[in-house]
């Protein structure tokens, strides 16, 4: 049986870097390619519902009642059990943020002066860790923690579309604003 | 491999071409000895080239071959090996040859466009999230949980770029330091801009055989100890991303296989995916080569140093070689390949390694995937 060795230095040389003034230059052949795609997507059940109730001013999950978590966003069938969900329970439009981030870089690339404030946020009425992403606004940036605790402010009903975005953006419940509310 | 670079001039087909024949060239073999090839490489909106596949196989050596494409986002690298142990552990093919492929430059202005409708398009795209917040949503609740610092995560930067510093191929090798760090551009607190890798063009490639066929063709066969690969939901809100279950999952997966009971002391050399600084850390504790909230201590004392007692990343990593996406994983097996053969040049670690691990992962905070390799044959 012969043995061969492989050669000792790999062949990782290859690859012709390109420099951007040389592109500019047009020193480079290219071609290029707009697709002209549009996608209608369907919202399906559980959607269909949640961005209905937004519409209402109001957030719905689903239950499954063999895990027992209530869930949101809602979803027809619970990926855990492997079953259809079970009931629509409305949830609060309250929670406590889990993460945050700070962010100086828009969705296309451009540089923020103040940043927008991206966060998770667990709601409450549906299970511990149920969270949803969302923006927070009308608190300095150095003042956002992890387990604050936040109220959406919603668009006014005139306005709102049956999206996500009919919650504007959360802000922090302040002291004052939480006993008027527990004293309900 | 290719180098990885900013932008190639090469095309997609042209770079997978380049990577495949080097990898062929170094194992002395021809294309028809080659049995089946594995493509892995990003969507085609990525491109916006349709059948992006069938078009790379010419460049794959995938002419007239059983041919298969896998993708898992960033897992993808390490995911289309365990594809390709699959094709020859089957019995069906006594050699493989697996490629990885990505240009990250072709989408205008930036790939960054392409990426958005990977969030949900009625509980996310309407908010217009991009790529950063989810890693730094994630880095956020990591540093929360275990009262990590951004000095801590920092160290990972420097170490990765400098060992890139000792590879041919790497795009952004440099010495830097951790206040270069924390003094780089804030992109999405606590996320600066020397924490995050490039976007960057390259392919890297591996030849596969059965155990025959091995010893036949190399004195110093690297062999495939164990594959893993788990996917967690994709409402990573509903989860609490201080710690990738999903990586614990597949790492177990490859681990049984492989034998290792004890992983943090039977593996010798450690390379995970490191997209963000403080991606490292998250997965060398999925990994279980750190205890929960520990990583950051162990680095700090230079336990994942080259010269340390467990070496992680000693290639440098996506953040010193570069990351084209479903590419960079197989960057690091091509690591381990060349480390566990003693032909790591300037990057070798001492001590004769004999086993190593690489994973990568991807998508929603949702994959990972794992291979062990290792000097030893694995049992019949």
Redesign the interface.
């Known amino acids: 049986m012969i043995h061969r060795t492989i050669k000792p230095e790999p062949n990782i040389v290859q690859g012709t870097p390109l420099d951007a003034k040389a592109l500019k230059r047009g020193k480079i052949f290219l071609n290029s390619y707009a697709p002209a795609l549009r996608y209608t997507w369907d919202t399906g059940e559980a959607m269909g519902r949640y961005l209905a109730e937004l519409k209402n001013g109001r957030l719905i999950a689903r239950s499954c009642r063999k895990c027992e978590r209530v869930m949101i966003p809602p979803r027809m069938f619970c990926e855990r059990c492997f079953r259809p969900t079970d009931d629509w329970v409305y949830v609060k439009a309250t929670g406590t943020v889990n993460t945050f981030s700070l962010c100086y870089v828009s969705w296309d690339v451009r540089r923020l002066k103040q940043p927008e404030i991206p966060a998770v946020i667990e709601i409450d009425g549906a299970s511990p860790g149920m969270g949803i992403l969302h923006l927070v606004r009308k608190v300095a940036p150095k003042d956002v923690r992890i387990g604050m605790r936040v109220a959406a402010v919603w668009k006014p009903p005139a306005q709102r579309t049956g999206s996500i975005t009919d919650i504007a953006y959360w802000m922090p419940i302040n002291r004052r604003s939480q006993r008027t509310v527990s004293a309900k | 491999?290719?180098?990885?670079?900013?932008?190639?001039?090469?095309t997609p087909k042209e770079?997978a071409w380049?990577?495949a024949k080097?990898a062929l060239?170094?194992?002395?073999m021809k294309l028809d000895q080659i049995d089946g090839a594995v493509l892995g490489s990003a969507p085609d909106a990525f491109d916006?080239m349709h059948m992006k596949g069938e078009y790379l196989a010419d460049g794959c050596g995938g002419w007239r071959k059983p041919y298969l494409r896998c993708y898992v986002g960033g897992g993808t690298g390490v995911y289309a090996v365990a594809q390709g142990w699959f094709q020859v552990a089957s019995g069906l093919f006594d050699t493989a040859l697996v490629v990885c492929e990505e240009k990250m430059?072709t989408c205008?202005?930036?790939p960054?466009?392409a990426f958005?409708s990977i969030f949900?398009?009625?509980?996310?795209q309407?908010?217009?999230?991009?790529l950063?917040?989810i890693f730094?949503?994630?880095q956020?609740?990591y540093m929360?949980t275990h009262h990590i610092t951004l000095e801590e995560i920092a160290r990972v930067s420097v170490k990765n770029k400098r060992n890139a510093l000792g590879h041919?191929?790497a795009q952004l090798g440099a010495e830097i330091t951790v206040k270069d760090v924390l003094a780089s551009?804030?992109?999405?607190?606590?996320?600066h801009r020397l924490m995050v890798s490039p976007t960057s063009?390259?392919a890297a490639a591996v030849v596969l055989a059965a155990g025959d066929d091995a010893?036949?063709?190399?004195?110093?066969p690297v062999w495939i100890q164990g594959v893993g690969w788990c996917l967690d939901?994709a409402?990573w809100?509903?989860?609490?991303?201080y710690y990738p279950e999903y990586v614990e999952k597949a790492a177990w997966m490859a681990y049984r296989m492989a034998g290792v009971k004890e992983p943090r002391r039977e593996i010798n050399i450690a390379e995970p995916y490191d997209p963000f600084a403080y991606k490292e850390l998250h997965h060398l504790e999925g990994l279980q080569l750190a205890p929960k909230g520990q990583a950051p201590k162990l680095l700090a004392d230079g336990v994942f140093d080259r010269d340390g007692d467990l070496p992680v990343t000693p290639s440098g990593g996506l953040l010193g070689v570069g990351n084209p996406i479903a590419a960079a994983g197989t960057m690091k097996i091509?690591e381990l390949f060349?480390q566990l053969?003693g032909?790591a040049g300037r990057r070798q670690v001492p001590g004769k390694p004999e086993r190593g691990v690489a994973q990568a992962w991807g998508d929603l905070m949702q994959v990972g995937t794992v291979v062990v390799v290792g000097t030893t044959e694995p049992k019949r």
């Not at chain 2, 491999?1 to 090469?10: C, D, G, Q």
């Not at chain 2, 060239?25 to 002395?28: G, N, T, V």
């Not at chain 2, 010893?215 to 110093?220: I, Y």
């Open positions: 491999m290719t180098k990885f670079m900013r932008r190639a001039l090469e770079l380049l990577a080097a060239d170094s194992a002395e916006g430059s205008q202005p930036h960054q466009a958005i949900d398009p009625f509980t996310e309407p908010l217009k999230p991009n950063l917040w730094a949503l994630e956020n609740r929360q041919p191929s551009e804030v992109m999405a607190w606590p996320v063009d390259g010893r036949r063709l190399t004195s110093k939901t409402y809100t509903n989860r609490d991303l091509c060349w053969r032909e």
